[in-house]
């Protein structure tokens, strides 16, 4: 059986990363821009997950160690999901730049 840690700290590093998940979300300044569609709203969505699975696995460990465990595979499930859709966007980018390469552009 697996033990959590829920103490002093364990509360703290929660908040942190909730707030600095919610900083990233407002702030103009992202890894990838937003003008950039769908990869540009990728880091916000992830950002968006990360914080929300962490709000959620942080109230939920309170109060039922069955239902925050069920939490933890939740939140791995979506980490899963965002690097797979990352990964497709980032494919179909490659995709569409060697259709626009291997044709001269768009202006041939």
């Known amino acids: ?49 990360i914080g929300i699975s962490t709000a959620l696995g942080s109230f939920t460990s309170m109060a039922d160690t069955r239902l925050g465990a069920l939490m933890r595979y939740a939140k791995w499930i979506m980490i899963a999901v965002f690097v797979g859709l990352g990964l497709i966007v980032v494919l179909l980018g490659v995709l569409v730049f060697k259709l626009f390469s291997l044709t001269g552009g768009a202006g041939a």
Request: glycine letters at 8%.
């Open 1 to 49: 059986m697996e033990t959590e840690v829920t103490g002093p700290k364990n509360k703290v590093l929660d908040a942190g990363i909730i707030l600095l998940s919610l900083l990233y979300i407002v702030s103009p300044i992202d890894f990838i821009p937003d003008f950039i569609p769908i990869a540009g709203w990728m880091d916000d969505m992830g950002a968006a997950v």
